[in-house]
């Protein structure tokens, strides 16, 4: 009789409820699940079994721990939130691979075989010594994550690379650049044919002449030779239209003839801006540029450090 009063009692316990499995990681309370077995392999498979190929490890902080208990049969269970929360305690560190030049991050690839693929490439499609590294990165921020397919990888590499050595070529340029009295001359002012050297003598002009005369188009931009500030740009005698720069250390350059000129007094200059156009004004017999250099208030001989 007492097995058939307990069976009855139990029977009517699993009318009015159903047993299900309270979940809690480190004391904290995070649902109800009905069967322990499907609802780790659904963990399994949305957490740890993630198909990211950057995924190094994924460690769940706290183990999930289960608790049977009866509820009402019409209360549903909550496996989806209790699977959200158990991924907020969830650590995944991510791998990747960085390939540097010359030490410098440029980009990112997701294996050490795609790296050595982009490495091994472009060294042998270069020919030359390129300084590539390859560095191993684990982060737990996936943001930081930001690989490249190989061929996109490949050319913005390619990009730097041809980036740092047009950089190195133009510092190299600068370091052999002419220099007055300190003062860098990075650029020529024109190209053109020298009609008339710094000292010779003309019927044209009372004394020797002071500067260089470089023969070219009418128009053909004017460029300053270094950086410095305007201090005249106006109409000037035999020079015609004038324009005069001081780079600093008692160093100016002067720049005659001139057909236009763009710049004002008191404007900044850099090395390579236009500032004028050849012409022909003032005591002048065809388009030139007539380009002086002076030291402390000395013209010297623009040969001495252009157009030699």
Known sequence: MASIAFGFIMTIILIKYKPVYKVKISGEELGYVKNIEAFEETVKESIISSNSKNIDSINITGNPEYE???????????EEKVIEKIEENVDITYKYYEVALENTKIEQVNT???????????????????????????????EEVQTKEIEIAKTEVQEKIAEVQKQKEVEEQEKN????????????????????????SSHLRKSTHTGLDIAAASGTPIKVVSSGTVTFASYNGSYGNLVKVDHGNGVETWYA??????VTVGQKVTAGDVIAAVGSTGNSTGPHLHLEIRINGQHVNPQNYLYN
Do not use: C, F, M, W
């Open 112 to 142: 050490l075989e795609e790296a050595q693929e982009l490495v091994e490439n472009i060294k042998e499609e270069k020919q030359e010594d390129v300084d590539l590294s390859i560095v191993e990165k684990y982060t737990q921020n996936e």
């Open 68 to 78: 049977l208990k009866l509820i009402n049969r019409y209360e549903a269970t909550n």
């Open 257 to 262: 003839h001139t057909s236009k000129i763009y």
């Open 177 to 200: 650049n002419p220099s007055v009295n300190g003062i860098k001359l990075a650029v020529l002012p024109i190209t053109g044919t020298i009609s008339s050297r710094y000292g010779v």
